[in-house]
């Protein structure tokens, strides 16, 4: 986990330093609690995203996740479209994992949001497609939320390894909480996912 976050703090500072990425930057950094009812314990884990627009419509985004036993990182081109009331936006990265199959791992996304009107949270429609692959195997997750009021977005989420359920989200300008309870679609067994994502 050390040696992923220090990866991540030097892909960080080789972005910032370039003058092409001086336009726009976004950072944030998600805590994630899943329950595993097998052993009956929760499993801490946290990821890392960052983004450097370099146009209006180009840029890099750079993203790390580490647990106890398990870590990735790499970073790669985005587009983003901009749509009526939103954007599209589409990623592609190429980086490597750490772990008893070290090796190449390769991941895609596409991050949609539309908004009815100018309200930061409210009338929002956001969904995420994620999918990566490498040594130790495919993992991804998909959420869809709509923002019920300013504060509160409630929707659908999939995560590998994790929940498969509902996702009850509360967006705030510094951070967001959100929760999913639910059942791990592998095994059929109840769990849940607590997250905690701090903006920077």
Request: hydrophobic share 35%.
């Amino acid at each position: 986990m050390k040696k992923t976050i220090a990866l991540l703090v030097i892909i960080t500072s080789g972005f910032a330093g370039s003058t092409c990425f001086a336009q726009k930057s976004s950072f944030f950094i998600e805590e994630q609690n899943i329950y595993n009812h097998e052993v009956g314990k929760i499993t801490p884990q946290a990821f890392f995203w960052l983004s450097h627009d370099a146009t209006t419509h180009w840029g890099m985004f750079g993203f790390a996740m580490a647990n106890n036993s398990w870590g990735e990182i790499y970073a790669g081109p985005k587009y983003t479209a901009y749509i009526k009331h939103g954007i599209l936006e589409f990623g592609v990265g190429v980086g490597f994992e750490s772990s008893k199959n070290n090796g190449l791992r390769n991941a895609a996304y596409i991050f949609g949001e539309t908004r009815k009107n100018e309200q930061p949270v409210k009338s929002k429609n956001q969904f995420m497609i994620y999918g990566e692959h490498g040594p130790s195997g495919p993992w991804a997750f998909v959420y869809y939320t709509y923002g019920v009021t300013k504060h509160l977005s409630v929707g659908l989420h999939t995560q590998r390894f994790s929940a498969t359920g509902p996702r009850i989200q509360f967006d705030y300008k510094s951070f967001m909480l959100y929760v999913i309870p639910g059942i791990d679609i592998e095994t059929g067994d109840p769990t849940g996912h607590l997250g905690l994502r701090l903006y920077f």
